[in-house]
């Protein structure tokens, strides 16, 4: 949940500040699985259990880069990123992604939101850019730090 006062006519001054955190979501062997059979990516890594025990250095299954990735829409929705007033949300891209730590089976995953611009662009439109970085539960080094954009749509 965002402070109290973020709103759309409070954006420029939230320009810099740190949005809020997201709470904990498990990314379980399922969740994985499922990962994969939608991408086809079923690397043993990540997708075979007893393999991985024997021959990963992570002694478990992680989850796939991208599935991590494509948790944060949901973690920055529950920060509360987009104000009150806005009729569309649309993603407008990303401008970094640096993956920084495997995310094991079972592990417990937030994200932590930073707004780093705010930038109006004519016509209703509002280009928001977060920085949002994953953390693991116990873990120093998070899982990834990426830029994000989206566009407001007023």
């Not at 709103?7 to 001054?13: F, I, M, Y």
């Not at 569309?88 to 401008?95: I, M, Q, S």
């Not at 994200?111 to 004519?122: D, I, N």
């Amino acid at each position: 949940m965002p402070p109290p006062d973020y709103s759309l006519a409070t954006l420029p001054d939230f320009v810099g500040r740190a949005l809020g955190v997201s709470g904990w979501l498990t990314v379980d062997q399922a969740r994985i699985n499922a990962f994969a059979a939608c991408t086809g990516d079923r690397q043993w890594i990540h997708t075979d259990p007893e393999r991985a025990a024997r021959e990963s250095p992570t002694g478990t299954t992680i989850a796939h880069g991208l599935l991590t990735l494509s948790l944060l829409p949901a973690l920055r929705a529950e920060v509360g990123v987009v104000p009150g007033g806005v009729a569309r949300v649309l993603n407008y891209g990303l401008d970094r992604v640096r993956f920084l730590a495997p995310v094991r089976s079972g592990a417990r995953i937030r994200a932590r939101v930073t707004l780093t611009s705010a930038e109006p662009k004519g016509e209703g439109r509002i280009l928001l850019k977060t920085e949002n970085t994953v953390e693991i539960e116990g873990e120093d080094t998070p899982a990834l730090v990426a830029d994000s954009l989206v566009l407001l749509v007023l």
